[in-house]
């Protein structure tokens, strides 16, 4: 379960140096998570059946640092699940260096209730 997505770096994502400010990461983050679960578990369809998945952390390391102009790629996996809480791993790249490093932890939810569920069955048979 690997997913990739090219970023452009806009003027708004820069700073007054020309480096991308680190919550721009955050939404690249949020992109790649989008793009797995449309691959492997569409979030329309979840949402249909009441459920949601939910953030609990996000660590990053931010290792190089991405300017205009850059070709960035970032790249989305899980490497870990649980009974009811899924990790994903990501890097965001640029060239050949690797910029930024970063893992979430989520669970899903019941949307009514609020209260954490098992993975679903779907996406644990494609982990």
Do not use: C
């Not at 939404?27 to 793009?35: A, F, G, I, T």
């Not at 459920?51 to 850059?70: C, G, Q």
């Amino acid at each position: 379960m690997l997913v990739e997505l090219p970023f452009r770096v806009s003027t708004y994502d820069v700073d007054f140096v020309g480096i991308v400010h680190n919550a721009v990461y955050i939404r690249w983050l949020e992109d790649l998570r989008n793009k797995l679960l449309d691959e492997y578990f569409p979030l329309k369809a979840a949402l249909e059946r009441g459920i949601a998945p939910v953030l609990s952390r996000t660590e990053i390391d931010y290792r190089w640092p991405v300017r205009m102009f850059d070709r960035v790629v970032g790249r989305m996996w899980v490497p870990e699940t649980k009974r009811a809480q899924w990790v994903v791993a990501a890097e965001i790249v640029t060239e050949d260096r690797v910029a930024a490093t970063a893992r979430q932890t989520g669970y899903f939810v019941e949307i009514e209730s609020k209260r954490p569920i098992p993975l679903p069955e779907e996406l644990r048979g494609k982990l």
